[in-house]
């Protein structure tokens, strides 16, 4: 009788500033040495992030930064082949949120969802209607995707709250645009795809949060908001071995405001 191999882990991290958290991620990475890291809000260019110390780390890597804002990357200890640079479906969009790379036969996304504040009062704002219309280009990608046959997640901050088990106080978060009616239906279309919500497919507990605002002693009262997240297509939810959220790293010194999500999938065949 042999071992069953070791289950792939994935992760995705906002982290706030690659740069101005580089140490902490670093040194999470060589703790917990998952083996594919999807990363939002990098926070600076393509040229400028620091790929020497993650490379020592054994992962190769395909990076869309942004100055001062935005920027995602896929780290992985297996190689990159293919890379799409950019949600598809609007030329125009020069915002840095969304990175796509093949490894083996699994495609992984990271994404970072526009937030969409202020939503508007007299009808929807300008960064609420582009946060609309990102999903709704998202809705277009999956649906592609899942044409291809091809097994597929995606993973990173979506800036939605589904449902109000994963908020503090829902009431508070009534009128905010990652827990508007149109924001919830938006993700859920996603889901009518075929898509899996990770985490909740394993779990139905309350207090499950990935971040907790700065302001407002946020942390210290466990006031947070469960946004960050994994979608698997059918044939990786059939692989789900189990999703959790390490909250270790919010609670130390100058962190990002989010923290980690790891998700371990029996998938060893198709990467390699």
């Known amino acids: 009788m042999t071992d069953a191999p070791d289950p792939l882990v994935v992760a995705t991290w906002n982290v706030n500033s690659i740069k101005a958290r580089l140490a902490a991620v670093c040194d999470w990475l060589g703790r917990t040495a998952p083996d594919i890291v999807l990363l939002q809000e990098l926070k600076c260019e393509t040229a400028a992030f620091p790929a020497e110390p993650i490379e020592a780390l054994g992962y ?19 190689p990159i082949d293919q890379v799409t640079m950019g949600l598809p479906g609007d030329p125009d969009d020069t915002q840095a949120r969304y990175v796509e790379a093949e ?42 995707l899942l044409e291809t046959g091809s097994p597929f997640l995606l993973g990173g901050d979506f800036n939605v709250i589904p449902e109000p088990i994963d908020v503090h106080d829902p009431a508070a978060w009534a009128g905010d645009a990652l827990f508007r009616t149109d924001t919830r239906a938006a993700f859920r279309r996603l889901l009518h795809l075929g ?33 960050d997240h994994f979608l698997l297509s059918p044939a990786i939810t059939d692989r789900l071995v189990d999703c959790r959220i390490d909250r270790g790293p919010r609670g130390l010194p100058k962190a990002s405001d989010h923290t980690p ?12």
């Open 60 to 78: 190769n890597i395909a990076v869309l930064g942004q100055r001062t804002y935005n920027g995602v990357a896929v780290l992985s200890k297996r």
């Open 195 to 227: 898509l899996t919500d990770a985490y909740r497919a394993l779990h139905s507990d309350p207090g499950a949060y990935t971040f907790w605002d700065y302001q407002g002693g946020a942390w210290p009262m466990d006031r947070g908001i469960r946004i």
């Open 103 to 144: 490894i083996g036969a699994l495609t992984v996304a990271a994404l970072y969802l526009p937030n969409g504040n202020p939503p508007g009062e007299d009808g929807p704002s300008e960064k609420y209607r582009y946060k609309l219309a990102w999903m709704a280009r998202l809705k277009d990608r999956v649906a592609a």
């Open 261 to 272: 999500v790891l998700l371990s999938l029996a998938a060893d065949d198709l990467v390699g």
